[in-house]
């Protein structure tokens, strides 16, 4: 019996929640995640994210030694072409989480790539949240637009 109290007041005070307008829902044209995969030696040259305010990014790659990469680097270029290298030495894994978006031109748009022939081969994934009302969106070049 007091189970199905407290689970009828929890049920109660959610259903109130959403009624007051306490809970944001999203409009359905405007995803709140996205998310891209890289694969250099499928022919993918980079990853990117875009979004309409700030948004976090979560980037993991491996650099690949069993299909060639070396010690390298996964570059992380901005809207503005700022870019930060991290590097990679041959079958290890890297994990990123950024924050961007906070200025247009600038950080709204983030590419993440290798450092090119001869160093490191990047498979992996980039996704990216939303912070506020608005859209996100990643995809794979060269099939994506590009943003710079």
């Not at 259903?15 to 944001?24: D, I, K, N, Y």
């Not at 081969?121 to 995809?139: D, E, K, P, T």
């Amino acid at each position: 019996m007091r189970t199905t109290t407290y689970l009828a007041v929890i049920w109660g005070v959610m259903l109130a929640s959403v009624g007051a307008g306490l809970v944001t829902m999203a409009r359905a044209d405007s995803p709140l995640a996205s998310f891209a995969l890289l694969n250099e030696p499928g022919g993918d040259t980079s990853v990117q994210c875009s979004a309409s305010g700030p948004f976090t990014m979560h980037i993991s790659m491996t650099n690949r030694g069993d299909v060639g990469g070396t010690q390298g680097f996964v570059r992380v270029t901005y809207g503005d072409r700022d870019a930060v290298d991290y590097a990679i030495p041959a079958n290890t894994t890297v994990h990123l989480s950024l924050i961007g978006g906070s200025s247009s031109g600038l950080d709204d748009t983030i590419q993440v790539s290798g450092d090119g022939a001869g160093g490191s081969v990047l498979i992996g994934q980039v996704s990216a949240l939303i912070h506020s009302v608005g859209g996100v969106f990643c995809c794979t070049s060269p099939t994506c637009p590009a943003p710079f």
